[in-house]
């Protein structure tokens, strides 16, 4: 009774934003802990290499999410799933940013010389870096104002999320050393995400046809 | 209404002194109790005899150890999970005793031997080495061992005998890593019988002075600091003389990736990767990588075997 129209905005504003927010923000909140040495969690032996991996897998775990939100929402007729795609994208940006980062300054040191020769001769790295760069104006262009200013070629924009996934599927699977079995499970799910996008574009053609 | 009080005479007051110190030995012996419930269980029972006469050795580093937690808990060991951090958990019930090593090949004595009558008595050494791994990352580890070429000589290998071969324990019911084909079991390995015989490679068996841990390789392994670390093959239950140069399993499985001699060397890149510098373990979020030395930092004892060598095709 009190799941009234207004009163769900207000829900949905005051309790199921921020919970999905706290829940996106968790793996970053374990990592600083672990990085601080607080008692009861740990980053291993190998802290940077842990940081480096939790980071990148966390931000490809969230761009598949983002990527379920419009299949998810058309299946169920749940449409306000809509309303946390954005801040799910702007999540899985903000892990590739803590990767970057964390490649740059604690795995390279900044060698600048390392860095270069590693963007351009190790296929995996140019990948990842290729993939970094085509979220970038995604999430430059995420506000509203932009949303409104660029109408139709935000649609366009936007579609870039789907090279960007497949690219960074791809530089998961290359730079596995042998057990390949974990990418393999990613790509079968980006191939599900994507395969279910192709399906309804040809039926929608045939349709409209 | 009964208000419990807290008595302010000394319980040993109260009890009769000769209880009460041996309630204090009780509960001490129960800390250690509790201690020694968390280390393998042979430990326990008996340190191997073996292991009570460690000398120390020239050929070790004086660089600081790592700690025996990292040792222990990040480690490549397929048979027991191909995660860093699963070998620990995965290897923990373990048992490698009794443990037989077959001697077979080109050599005049050949047959199966219990390991414990091979090592008893037998003198051991401790060797600080680095250990560098084909990922870029290496430690420095306090091994205790005894030369292989020691154990090659009492077979009499014969002038066949060009290489030598060793092989892992295959038993995927005891190895569960073995349930799954990442790799091509049993994991094999293989030396020239110069590199064999060096006085660097060496046959471990403890770790900082005590058993060798199950997810390091128990109970026998092998040590060659010069090489990536996937040439120190664990769990050995066989050693084959050979005048033909043997496969060894990451070599099989990428041969474009990982060679037969897999000498540590900075100028000799992974396809995928840079070999030129390395991630010390332990030494902090902050430090930066370190140089690769040529071979591992052991050219001057081993270069010699490579002389004339093209090391970039042979790598
Ligand atoms: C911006 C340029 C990027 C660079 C320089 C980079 C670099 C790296 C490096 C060095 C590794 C570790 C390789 C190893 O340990 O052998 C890695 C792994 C990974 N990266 Fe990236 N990356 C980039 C972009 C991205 C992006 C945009 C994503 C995801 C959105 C991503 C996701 C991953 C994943 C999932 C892994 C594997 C983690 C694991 O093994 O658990 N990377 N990346």
Redesign the pocket.
């Known amino acids: 009774m009190w799941l009234k129209p207004v009163n769900t905005l207000l829900l949905r504003r005051r309790l199921i934003k921020p919970l999905v927010f706290a829940l996106c923000g968790m793996p970053f909140i374990q990592l600083a802990l672990g990085a601080f040495g607080v008692q009861g969690f740990s980053l291993g032996a190998n802290p940077v ?1 842990m940081l ?3 980071c ?2 966390w ?2 775990n969230l ?1 598949l999410i983002t990527l379920c939100v419009t299949p998810l929402a058309h299946i169920s007729g749940w449409r306000a799933l809509f309303a946390y795609r954005r801040m799910l994208g702007l999540f ?1 940006f903000f ?2 940013c803590m ?2 980062t964390i ?2 300054v604690l ?1 390279q040191s900044m060698l600048w010389s390392a860095i270069i020769e ?2 351009l001769e190790r296929p ?2 140019t990948l ?2 290729s ?3 085509m ?1 970038l104006p995604l999430a430059l262009t995420s506000t509203k104002g932009m949303i409104r200013r660029l109408g139709q070629r935000w649609t366009q924009l936007h579609r870039l999320i789907y090279p ?2 497949i690219l ?1 599927t791809w ?2 699977y290359w ?3 042998q057990d390949v079995r ?1 990418p393999l499970y ?1 790509i079968a799910a980006l191939a599900l995400l994507l395969g279910w996008r192709l399906y309804r574009q040809r039926t929608r053609a045939r349709s409209r046809a | 209404m009964l208000i419990k009080k807290t008595p302010d005479i000394l319980s040993s007051e109260i009890t009769d002194s000769r209880l009460y110190f041996g309630r204090r030995r009780f509960m001490r012996e129960a800390a250690t109790l509790a201690l020694a419930a968390s280390l393998p269980t042979r430990l326990l029972a008996d340190k191997p005899t073996w292991l009570n006469n460690i000398s120390p050795s020239d050929f070790s580093t004086s660089e600081q150890p790592n700690s025996y937690s990292d040792i222990t808990t990040y480690n490549n060991y397929y048979e027991f999970g191909t995660g860093k951090d699963q070998p620990q958990h995965q290897a923990r019930n373990f048992n490698p005793w009794p443990w037989q090593l077959k001697i077979s090949g080109e050599a005049e004595k050949t047959g199966t031997y219990n390991l414990e009558d091979i090592l008893a008595g037998r003198a051991m050494e401790e060797r600080i080495y680095r250990l560098r791994c084909v ?1 870029a990352w290496s430690m420095v580890i306090p091994w205790v061992g005894f030369p292989l070429g020691e154990l090659l000589k009492e077979f009499l290998p014969t002038s066949r005998a060009k290489f030598v071969e060793f092989v892992t324990l295959n038993d995927p019911s005891r190895m569960p890593g073995q349930k799954t084909r990442v790799l091509q079991w049993p994991y094999r390995e293989g030396l020239r019988i110069d590199e064999a015989m060096h006085p660097l490679t060496i046959l471990a068996t403890g770790l900082y002075g005590e058993e060798l841990p199950n997810q390091n390789g128990a109970p026998l392994r092998l040590v060659i600091p010069w090489k990536y670390g996937f040439k120190s093959i664990k769990a050995i239950t066989e050693i084959r003389f050979r005048e033909t140069a043997p496969n060894n399993s990451w070599r099989q499985s990428q041969p474009g990736e990982y060679g037969f001699y897999a000498n540590v060397n900075p100028e000799v890149d992974h396809p995928r ?1 840079s070999q030129a510098r390395e991630r010390r373990i332990g030494a902090g979020i902050f430090a930066p990588k370190q140089e690769t030395l040529m071979f591992n930092g052991y050219a001057d004892q081993v270069a010699s075997l490579y002389a004339g060598m093209d090391l970039k095709r042979n790598f």
Request: a negative charge.
């Open positions: 290499e480096l991996h939790s990148g897998k931000a490809l761009l899985a892990y590739a990767h970057l490649y740059l795995d590693d963007v995996y790295i990842g870096f993939a970094w760069l979220l960007a996934s960074v530089h998961f730079q596995v050393k974990e990613y | 990922e990767w």
